[in-house]
């Protein structure tokens, strides 16, 4: 069932209607998804709205999965688009172009792309802090590097509101999607500790997203996932078959500042001032017109309590 779906949404015509759209929640409510309470923090942190103002919503059907719809600023996406392609594409993390020495040593990525759009063009991930493994699918200690503090702060601000005290971001998979990329179907098992969540943010082009069930047998559920939306995989749907067969075009225009103040707390200063550069910004604009970026973040080791208890 699973493959079945994901061929059909991977056709030049995908049966768009078929599609969840959190824009038109009404028609969703009940049915197919209910609202969830959160945590009402009033302050707003790392370029997201005050929590009190976000739309979240839990899939009746695969329970665990957690729609929140867009709660960052303007300036909020920018910021960690700016981040992925320009902070979190430079060592020690790692990028799918090592293997091909692409890149000269003394110079970073996207300073480097600038000058090379083929370079930009074949940049597909990049990991963080504990490095995931392609071919082994096992992380290790001798593989990792510090994690960025302020994707970190991010990702536990959300797990906080969300009523997931206990998550620590020790992973991230950095994705770059160009319109005709997808992402096979597949479950996401290389971590110590299944129990945590697993947290999804999505900047640019539009994409498809399929989540289904413990086997590929299980008929999935397809949603649409806009800029600055944010899935979380959570309890049974952790384990869950998912993929994303299609990228679609949208207008994502976001050199508009909003010019709504930004806690700069455990956030980079310099990308904030970078933020309101609308001359810089542009460049980054460019390539969210044709890409879509993925960071997915997740909790590897079990937490020490954990360990004493078993």
């Not at 739309?55 to 867009?70: R, T």
Request: hydrophobic letters at 35%; glycine letters at 4%; a neutral charge.
């Amino acid at each position: 069932m699973f493959r079945e779906d994901f061929n059909s949404y991977k056709s030049q015509n995908p049966p768009l209607s078929k599609v969840l759209n959190f824009n038109d929640c009404k028609h969703l409510l009940t049915k197919q998804v209910k609202e969830v309470k959160v945590k009402m923090n009033a302050k707003a942190k790392f370029g997201l709205k005050p929590s009190k103002d976000w739309k979240v919503y839990e899939l009746n059907n695969n329970s665990g999965l957690i729609f929140i719809k867009n709660p960052f600023t303007v300036t909020g996406q920018r910021y960690w688009i700016i981040r992925s392609l320009r902070d979190y594409t430079n060592k020690p993390n790692k990028l799918n172009l090592d293997i091909h020495n692409i890149i000269p040593q003394n110079e970073e990525f996207w300073t480097f792309s600038q000058k090379d759009i083929n370079v930009m063009n074949k940049l597909r991930w990049a990991t963080l802090g504990y490095h995931h493994n392609w071919d082994t699918k096992v992380y290790s200690e001798t593989s990792k590097s510090d994690f960025p503090l302020d994707l970190a702060s991010l990702s536990q601000y959300v797990a906080d509101v969300l009523n997931f005290s206990e998550f620590r971001a020790e992973a991230a998979i950095v994705n770059f999607y160009h319109m005709n990329s997808r992402l096979s179907g597949h479950t996401d098992h290389s971590e110590q500790f299944l129990e945590a969540p697993l947290f999804s943010f999505s900047f640019g082009q539009t994409a498809i997203f399929l989540i289904g069930g413990a086997t590929i047998d299980t008929k999935p559920t397809a949603l649409f996932i806009e800029s600055g939306d944010i899935i979380v995989m959570s309890k049974e749907s952790r384990l869950c078959y998912h993929g994303v067969p299609k990228i679609l075009h949208a207008e994502v225009n976001l050199l508009t500042n909003d010019n709504e103040e930004i806690n700069g707390e455990e956030l980079n200063c310099d990308t904030l001032e970078d933020c309101n550069d609308s001359i810089y910004w542009t460049t980054f604009q460019k390539y969210i017109n044709n890409c879509r970026i993925n960071i997915n973040v997740r909790q590897v080791l079990r937490p020490i309590n954990s360990i004493l208890d078993s």
